[in-house]
């Protein structure tokens, strides 16, 4: 996609803080971290969200997120780590071409991944499993 700056980005016509590079990802160091070394997974080809990517580049991203965390977590010295992948502004999505934040996570960090846990109801439960299916 011609105007989407993370293609410009994991394509390397923007310059980046490139951590990692091959045929189809680049990873870089985000300029807006919420952290130090929080970092963004591109694919290079543009693919809007989760939904769109297919498998196998999706799986490839994930096992991508895990190289770059477990090498991360030796460089940075952090606690954890969170592995976010939005889709759709509902979600926060707020770049419309699939990538994923790793943010690396130090205990009292306060860069939190929160919500106000509610609860599920039989009604919600029933609901969605008899109207879920994988076939």
Same mark, same amino acid.
């Given at each position: $996609?011609? =105007? ?7 394509? #390397? ?8 590079? +091959?045929? /189809? *990802?680049?990873?870089?160091?985000? &300029? #807006?971290?919420?952290?130090? #070394?929080?970092? &963004? ?6 693919? @809007? ?5 297919? /498998? %196998?580049?999706?799986?490839?991203? $994930?096992?991508? @997120? ?5 090498? $991360?977590? =030796? ?12 889709? #759709? %502004? ?5 770049? *419309?071409? *699939?990538?994923?934040?790793?943010? !690396?996570?130090?205990?009292? =960090? ?6 106000? !846990? ?5 009604? +919600?439960?029933? %609901?969605?499993? %008899?109207?879920?299916? $994988? =076939?």
């Amino acid at each position: $996609m011609s =105007d989407c700056i993370f293609c410009k980005i994991a394509n #390397g016509e923007i310059p980046s803080a490139t951590l990692y590079e +091959d045929e /189809d *990802f680049r990873v870089i160091l985000d &300029l #807006g971290p919420a952290n130090k #070394g929080h970092a &963004l997974v591109l694919p290079k080809q543009h693919y @809007a969200n989760l939904y769109e990517i297919p /498998d %196998e580049l999706a799986g490839k991203a $994930m096992v991508l @997120a895990k190289k770059i965390i477990t090498r $991360m977590r =030796d460089v940075l010295g952090c606690d954890g780590y969170n592995v976010v992948q939005n889709n #759709g %502004e509902a979600a926060g999505q707020t770049v *419309f071409h *699939f990538h994923i934040h790793l943010i !690396p996570r130090s205990v009292g =960090d306060n860069a939190g991944i929160t919500w106000t !846990p509610g609860e599920l109801t039989e009604e +919600d439960k029933q %609901e969605i499993l %008899e109207k879920f299916s $994988m =076939d």
